[in-house]
Nanobody, 121 residues
């Protein structure tokens, strides 16, 4: 019953900003890493940014300086602030989380349903 629910996507003009959010629902013992990937039409899914529960962040080169990932450990929620958006940022953005639901159960990677981000020229 673990679910990741994303929100915040939409249509924005080039140079604009959006903030995506992703919340994990269900009984969770521990979340280790959460992050964002994206997939544009005709392209493979690619990493955008990840953050650990300790606050360590990693960004794709295309996102550095424009995007910022943050998290709220108490809420098991991750955010992606996207500034100076470009048409090439247009994609479906997917949230993911590496977590353990209960003691002595396997750590697993879960994915959200995706949220569409469209940046017009």
């Amino acid at each position: 019953q673990v679910q990741l629910v994303e929100s915040g996507g939409g249509l924005v003009q080039a140079g604009g900003s959006l903030r995506l959010s992703c919340a994990v629902s269900g009984s969770i013992r521990r979340v280790n890493v959460m992050g964002w990937h994206r997939q544009a039409p005709g392209k493979e899914r690619e990493l955008v940014a990840v953050i650990t529960s300790g606050g360590t962040t990693t960004y794709a080169e295309s996102a550095k300086g424009r995007f910022a990932i943050s998290g709220d450990n108490a809420k098991n929620t991750v955010y992606l602030q996207m500034n100076s958006l470009k048409p090439e940022d247009t994609a479906v953005y997917y949230c993911n989380a590496h977590l353990q639901a209960r003691w002595e159960t396997p750590w697993r990677l879960y994915w959200g349903q995706g949220t569409q981000v469209t940046v017009s020229s």
